[in-house]
């Protein structure tokens, strides 16, 4: 396995689009997170899930964002009419529940840039 | 509350050790973690730490951990040019899903 992959690695669009990412967690991980990053600070949580439920979603995920991960394994991260205020990083990570330090793994992400 | 804070920048000179040090504040954080962040690269995991622990040590890297002040420490050994990056620190807050909360990141600037 090669670890959590993400795509797109670039996403440019217009206000108002629609976007959609896809993250591949390690393929023994049962849970996976998804978080953002804006340039100089530190990654925000925004949801998790442990296997296919959607166990927790940040205040920071307005009705605009949707997370999915139907089977337990990929996911994928929505955003509704985007506004420009969604520019950034989104990262996607996976970790496997009980295993030693509960480490999770990140992809590469997804740059975001909302023109 | 959850808050975790680190210093911006440190400038060493390349053979030097470097310290990175980090503050949190809840009490109830079972892991810490350091990741390592390169110009448009990803978060690699560099190490973590149980809050059972008062130091942990992996080649160049050994990390402290001070329950009592809720400090954490990095230290890299010999550091590279290699090693310049952006370090951040997280916990992970026991009962709370593992999210983990992040640190503005350290900037580290190795000279040769």
């Known amino acids: 396995d090669t670890g959590v992959s993400q795509d797109p690695r670039h996403k440019i669009t217009k206000r108002g689009q629609n976007v959609t990412f896809r993250c591949d967690p390690i393929?023994?991980?049962?849970?996976l997170y998804w978080y953002r990053q804006t340039l100089g600070q530190g990654p925000e949580f925004l949801t998790y899930f442990q296997n296919e439920a959607q166990l927790e979603k940040s205040r920071l995920l307005s009705d605009r964002f949707s997370a999915e991960r139907p089977k337990g394994s990929f996911s994928t991260l929505e955003i509704q009419r985007t506004e420009q205020g969604d520019s950034a990083m989104y990262l996607c990570?996976?970790?496997?529940?009980?295993?030693?330090?509960?480490?999770?793994?990140f992809g590469p992400g997804t740059r975001l840039t909302v023109t | 509350g959850e808050d975790v804070e680190q210093s911006l920048f440190l400038s060493v000179r390349e053979g030097d050790s470097s310290v990175i040090n980090c503050t949190y504040t809840?009490?109830?954080?079972?892991?810490l973690y350091w990741y390592k962040q390169e110009p448009g690269a990803g978060l690699q995991l560099l190490t973590y730490?149980?809050?059972n622990m008062d130091m942990k040590q992996d080649q160049r890297l050994t990390v402290l951990l001070n329950k009592k002040d809720k400090h954490l420490s990095l230290r890299i050994a010999d550091t590279q040019t290699g090693d310049s990056a952006i370090y951040f620190c997280a916990e992970s807050i026991a009962g709370n899903n593992r999210k983990l909360i992040w640190g503005l990141g350290t900037s580290l600037a190795v000279n040769p």
């Open positions: 990570a996976s970790s496997l529940a009980g295993a030693g330090g509960y480490e999770q793994y």
């Open positions: 809840d009490s109830s954080s079972t892991y």
């Open positions: 393929s023994e991980h049962n849970r």
């Open positions: 730490i149980f809050s």
